[in-house]
């Protein structure tokens, strides 16, 4: 065989190695979970949020700063569509401790913010989203009016994927007053407590 076809061979065989070693790095990082929340079995007494005692209450702990997260906000304005303001529903912005005034509003403040029923907070040093046991962002936690747990999870099937999922889908199943499968799926996003700067020193921490 020709040494220049040979060659040429190789080289087509190392390029669809090096792009099928990408594809499976890229899948296996969009379906890596962040960390669940352990988030207490009742209300936090200490939190400066009050629960609702009509309808169920859900916090929703985000970075202002994740990529992924614009994903759980896209799937929060559909799921707050769908419920027709029969949950209260607060998102929490964490503003670590040393940034600057204002690091926080970013687009998905503003997305936040545009979704009707949606009461965004900011959350100095986290001291809120700790309180329900957060630890990634767009991690959604649920109570009824009594203040019992009844979810905890995302809404969203990996990181920055939008499109149907478990988890909304429980959600909404027990707002509506219906039963869900499980109570708690997985979460995909940033470390909500993580300051650094630009979106890929952000998300490549994980």
Request: charged share 35%; net charge negative.
């Given at each position: 065989m020709n040494k220049k076809v040979v060659i040429f061979i190789l080289g087509c065989a190392l390029w669809a190695g090096a792009v099928a070693f990408g594809v499976s790095r890229m899948l296996d990082y969009e379906t890596q979970p962040g960390d669940q929340a352990s988030a207490p079995g009742r209300w936090p007494a200490d939190s400066r949020i009050d629960l609702s005692t009509d309808r169920a209450t859900l916090i929703m702990a985000a970075h202002p700063r994740c990529p992924c997260t614009r994903a759980s906000m896209g799937e929060l304005a559909k799921l707050m569509a769908s419920v027709e303001g029969r949950t209260a529903v607060y998102v929490l912005f964490v503003k670590p401790a040393g940034t600057p005034e204002g690091w926080e509003k970013t687009d998905l403040w503003r997305a936040a913010e545009a979704i009707?029923?949606?009461?965004?907070?900011?959350?100095?040093?986290?001291?809120?989203?700790?309180?329900?046991?957060?630890?990634?962002s767009g991690q959604m936690i649920l109570y009824d009016t009594q203040g019992r747990l009844i979810f905890h999870g995302g809404i969203t099937a990996g990181r920055g994927r939008e499109g149907g999922n478990d988890g909304a889908d429980a959600i909404y199943s027990l707002i509506t007053g219906g039963e869900a499968d499980k109570a708690n799926y997985p979460v995909f996003g940033c470390s909500v407590f993580d300051h650094a700067e630009g979106e890929d020193r952000l998300c490549n921490r994980q």
């Open positions: 009707p029923g949606v009461t965004v907070l900011l959350d100095e040093d986290g001291i809120e989203v700790r309180r329900f046991g957060a630890e990634t």
